[in-house]
């Protein structure tokens, strides 16, 4: 009995190392030819749903873009193009627009696209429960008046509109699968490839084939694609290492060198900064907020090439700006308005009277870590403001728009500009749970809202100075994201969001 | 015997829905705002609203319980909030992974301790340190961290396995060997060290006990006394820590899963407990549960089987 175990044992050791060898290297994709065989890309978050209604972009859209296409598209360039709908205009109120869809794409399911499908999709998002379905707030209807025509109707005018249709709320979906209600598990739609459900693990591994009867072939550079969930650190650079993976979004930055090192490109750009959120700026909850003195002392506090250095390992641009850098509200010199400065910081909260200091109660969440707490606690101690850490745990983010915490340490997407004023600056804004208003900031808003665009330049430069003069953040640095791409593959970042478009990750020459 | 089995089940099914109603409060308890947590930073309060009206969450706690638990008496276990998968679907596939990597560690580790813990029993000196350190090793160093090394040199350097991910065994034998082997081998050395300790132990014990002597005067040799009656006798406490290896391991696992980027449960688990996928984190409890309860009686029924002093009844 215990013979045959043995043999058993050395015949199993034997078998491992001969499938160890036939395995290695079989599923690199070749970058030769037109179209390479299979792109693999590692995400670090796996999709809430595969239903466009609930879709949310950023580390997930390569999910969505792969499957499905959008009504715009977003360019490396940072134009917006056409894709589903081929032309678009406003009317001259910009209340109004109108776009014209293609009449030449079918969906895998071989039903056709026009524009009743359009509007179906794009009501189904405005209904869903997407993270982003606040897109549609100042839309009153969506109309499909011919068969190529679909007119969205606005109750007042939306700059980010357009960019919005580049994103999830443009993904469209088939109108048959809608009806049959399983989208979330069973998608489909006219994109480039074909979700392959038997070959896939929920949560894990996204396998997807080509779409034969693609519109646009030339984007379609890959055979088959697979995205694989590679949420730890170490996992996604054992992939890097051992050619698992073509093109692999890193969540943390530091192990650039090493995948270097392997051969590998860093593709980067900035789309986040981190720094302190000041929301309490009428002094509701915790007083000395309220002075815009306070507020400046806390910006002068911070030593921002330190904490570049020290937190990211200077991977990022130190900023003192929520706007980003491809902004034309975006200033230089601002970027030195407050320069590192603790006996200035102390001046200011003396002339303010807190020159004895103040306690400042601030949420922590062990997700960013702890480092970035104790020196955010040792900076502002320095200038004689004690802060005070609760840990709401996962409630985090509800607890900061409730609002429970006058200030708090943050990393925000520096979207553009109407998204970002809608995100962060407007008195309904979620991220100014306060409700942060004054009217010099209200008029500047609105001009932009009604604005053409050289209006609108003007408006997001002057709310930018506001904010930063007014302190009503303490940005730090914009983060630098990475997403490192094998020799192989070559990719196009967009300026805009944390993921590459699956359009522009091609096979290199 | 049948009677046996059969108490064993009911007890089984009772804890099984004592486990299910403790963790059910206690993750409501944990709670708060899941609607939140799923969608993120972006919704707003609105959207947030909705998706929790559409969860059921603005039930009360005990109506929510009572859809669970009718629910699951059926086998249905909902669909997971996170990914809107059912998650049966998802625990079935990941079963299979985490079932894969326990019960191929339990086989590898009972192999190769039997056959350390006979050797160091039997011939004592310097195989008997060697055991003995390897052993302490075992227990010393964690097993992510041999999974590090193993990755570094097998998957990475010479390219033998793959260093993420899972292939089935339906889908390529070779590919399926190539992707359970490195994390097998790290989840392997604990509990080695942990069963050939105990059946080195057990079997120079039993080596020196009289009935050896009296079955070695009648002429037997030494491997049919050991491998007949000596590994026998010692299966007992060896099969004990055994189990006790294999249902540590069904949480062990979680580390190595993580390394290797192995869609098992112990993964799933962790992602779902951090998020709040009540649902998905329901399912985990229940079928870990149930697979403690037969493996607990799996051993039973091994232990009589080995060993006919040991009545059931």
Request: include cysteine; hydrophobic fraction near 45%; charged fraction near 15%.
């Amino acid at each position: 009995m215990f013979r045959w175990k043995a043999t058993a044992a050395v015949l199993a050791i034997a078998a491992l190392t001969l499938s160890g060898c036939a395995s290695s290297g079989s599923d690199s994709s070749n970058g030769d030819g037109a179209k390479g065989e299979t792109l693999t890309l590692g995400a670090i978050t796996e999709p809430l749903t595969l239903d466009p209604a609930g879709a949310e972009w950023g580390n997930r859209s390569p999910y969505y873009q792969a499957m499905y296409d959008t009504l715009l598209r977003a360019t490396p360039e940072g134009t917006i193009d056409p894709w589903l709908a081929t032309e678009w205009s406003y009317n001259d109120d910009n209340t109004e627009l109108t776009l014209t869809i293609r009449d030449d794409v079918t969906f895998s399911d071989g039903s056709a696209l026009d524009a009743d499908v359009v509007v179906e999709n794009l009501q189904r998002f405005k209904d869903g429960t997407s993270p982003d379905a606040s897109y549609f707030t100042y839309v009153d209807s969506f109309a499909a008046p011919d068969a190529t025509t679909v007119v969205i109707t606005l109750t007042e005018a939306d700059p980010a509109l357009l960019s919005y249709l580049t994103r999830d709320a443009g993904l469209i979906a088939s109108s048959d699968a809608i009806a049959a209600g399983d989208l979330a598990t069973n998608p489909v739609g006219s994109g480039p490839y074909i979700y392959d459900a038997s070959s896939s693990v929920s949560g894990t591994s996204y396998v997807y084939t080509a779409n034969p009867d693609y519109w646009n072939p030339d984007v379609q550079h890959y055979n088959k694609l697979v995205i694989n969930v590679l949420a730890d650190a170490t996992a996604s650079l054992n992939a890097i290492k051992a050619g698992e993976a073509n093109v692999v979004k890193v969540s943390s930055n530091d192990n650039l060198a090493e995948i270097e090192a392997a051969g590998w490109t860093i593709n980067s750009n900035e789309l986040d900064f981190a720094g302190l959120l000041l929301l309490d700026r009428s002094g509701e909850m915790n007083e000395a907020l309220g002075d815009v003195r306070v507020r400046q002392a806390i910006n002068y506090a911070f030593d921002r090439e330190g904490l570049l250095e020290g937190l990211e390992g200077g991977n990022g641009t130190v900023t003192e700006q929520v706007f980003p850098a491809s902004s034309a509200a975006y200033n230089e010199d601002l970027d030195t308005y407050y320069d590192y400065d603790p006996d200035k910081a102390r001046e200011l909260l003396a002339e303010a009277g807190y020159a004895d200091g103040f306690t400042l109660s601030m949420p922590s969440s062990t997700i960013l870590g702890s480092t970035v707490y104790t020196l955010v606690e040792q900076q502002l101690a320095d200038i004689g403001i004690t802060v005070e850490y609760t840990e709401p745990g996962s409630n985090f983010i509800s607890d900061l728009i409730a609002p429970k915490y006058p200030a708090s340490y943050m990393t925000l997407e520096q979207n553009p500009d109407w998204q970002l004023i809608q995100f962060m600056v407007s008195p309904s804004a979620i991220f100014n749970p306060f409700h942060s208003e004054s009217d010099e900031l209200n008029t500047l808003i609105a001009q932009f809202q009604a604005g053409d665009e050289a209006a609108q330049d003007d408006a997001a430069s002057q709310i930018n100075e506001y904010l930063v003069e007014n302190a009503w953040f303490a940005p730090w640095y914009r983060v630098q994201g990475n997403v490192p791409s094998d020799a192989n593959t070559t990719v196009e970042m967009l300026p805009t969001n944390a993921y590459p478009a699956i359009y522009d990750i091609y096979p290199t020459e | 015997m049948l009677s046996f089995i059969f108490r064993r089940l009911v007890a089984g099914i009772f804890l099984v829905f004592a486990v299910s109603v403790v963790a059910f409060f206690l993750l409501y308890a944990g709670g708060g705002d899941i609607a939140r947590r799923i969608l993120g930073q972006n919704a707003t309060e609105e959207t947030v609203a909705l998706k929790a009206q559409q969860l059921g969450l603005d039930q009360p706690l005990i109506t929510q319980f009572w859809n669970w638990i009718s629910h699951a008496v059926t086998g249905d276990f909902g669909v997971s909030w996170f990914s809107s998968q059912p998650v049966t679907t998802s625990l079935s596939s990941r079963l299979a992974v985490t079932l894969t990597l326990v019960i191929g560690t339990t086989i590898v580790a009972a192999i190769v301790s039997v056959i350390l813990g006979v050797l160091a029993a039997r011939r004592g000196g310097w195989i008997d340190a060697v055991v003995q350190f390897v052993a302490v090793i075992g227990f010393a160093i964690p097993g992510f961290l041999i999974a590090l090394y193993l990755v570094l040199w097998f998957a990475v350097g010479l390219g033998w396995f793959k260093a993420t991910g899972f292939i089935p065994i339906t889908t390529s034998f070779t590919g399926w060997l190539s992707s359970i082997t490195l994390p097998i081998a790290a989840l392997s050395l604990s509990a080695i060290a942990a069963v050939a300790q105990q059946i080195r132990g057990s079997v120079s014990d039993a080596l020196s006990r009289d009935y050896v002597r009296t079955l070695r005067a009648r002429g037997l040799g030494m491997n049919r006394v050991v491998y007949r009656h000596v590994l026998r006798n010692a299966g007992g406490p060896a099969l004990a820590v055994l189990a006790v290896q294999f249902v540590g391991l069904l949480g062990g696992a979680v580390v190595i899963e993580q390394v290797f980027a192995l869609p098992g449960i112990g993964q799933l688990t962790v992602s779902a407990t951090s998020s709040g996928d009540i649902p998905v984190v329901m399912g985990v409890v229940v079928a870990t549960a149930i697979i403690v309860v037969i493996v607990n009686l799996l051993i039973d029924l091994a232990q009589a089987a080995l060993n006919p002093k040991v009545r059931l009844s």
